[in-house]
């Protein structure tokens, strides 16, 4: 059973590098902890329940303490570009 909860993680890190929101990377993680723990044992009831808990503490736990390291906030480009509203525009061509 340890190759499909490895196989779980790789789709769930995969997933992660398509998307931006840094979240399904707790959702591996948690894959990788079942994973090790059905080399323990082959209670699949008990090796969903590690990977559940272990996501929800990951998530509850390290996404705050990520967010203040990795920058959210819009970076607004100064381009001035309001100064040519209501402006004539003359295009010239060559022939």
């Known amino acids: 059973m340890w190759y499909i909860w490895l196989i779980a993680a790789g789709i769930f890190l995969i ?6 929101g840094f979240m399904i990377f707790w959702l591996g993680i948690a ?5 090790i723990v059905s080399l323990f044992t082959s209670n ?3 090796q969903t329940a590690v ?6 503490l990951l998530l509850l736990l390290t996404r705050p ?13 100064a381009t001035n570009a309001y100064s040519i509203i209501r402006k ?3 295009c010239y061509q060559e022939f």
């Open 15 to 20: 997933a992660e590098m398509i998307t931006v």
């Open 31 to 35: 894959a990788l902890i079942a994973c």
């Open 44 to 46: 699949l009831f008990i």
């Open 51 to 56: 990977f559940v808990v272990s996501s929800c």
């Open 65 to 77: 303490f990520v967010d203040k390291f990795v920058n959210n906030k819009e970076t607004k480009l």
């Open 88 to 90: 004539r525009c003359y």
